[in-house]
């Protein structure tokens, strides 16, 4: 069974930073295409980053510049390194890995981007 379990959510205040971790397990995930999306209150998920298994990333245009995506393929583990935080960044960000016709979300961990 393949399990996607995030880690590193918070309350921050704006313009700090956080380190979100997503550890796989089930399956080697290392050539899996891997990612962040977000979901805030009453708005749809929407991608925010992604990587693929040579190291293509691509971004969402809200948070480039200010998220880094990378991915540890020895720990099967991808990280959103969050600087310059805003209160527009809180949400439950969740991790996604797919590859061809599988497909596995995490459950999610909450950022809050608040004073």
């Known amino acids: 069974q393949v399990q996607l379990v995030e880690s590193g959510g918070g309350l921050v205040q704006p313009g700090g930073s956080l380190r979100l971790s997503c550890a796989g397990s089930g399956t080697n995930l290392s050539g899996y295409f891997m990612g962040w999306y977000r979901q805030a209150p009453g708005k749809q998920r929407e991608a925010v980053a992604e990587?693929?298994?040579?190291?293509?990333?691509r971004y969402a245009d809200s948070v480039k510049a200010r998220f880094t995506i990378s991915r540890d393929k020895a720990k099967n583990t991808v990280y959103l390194q969050m600087n310059s935080l805003k209160p527009e960044d809180t949400a439950v960000y969740y991790c996604h890995a797919h590859l061809l016709s599988s497909n596995y979300w995490g459950r999610g961990t909450q950022v809050t981007v608040s004073s």
């Open positions: 990587t693929d298994g040579v190291g293509a990333t």
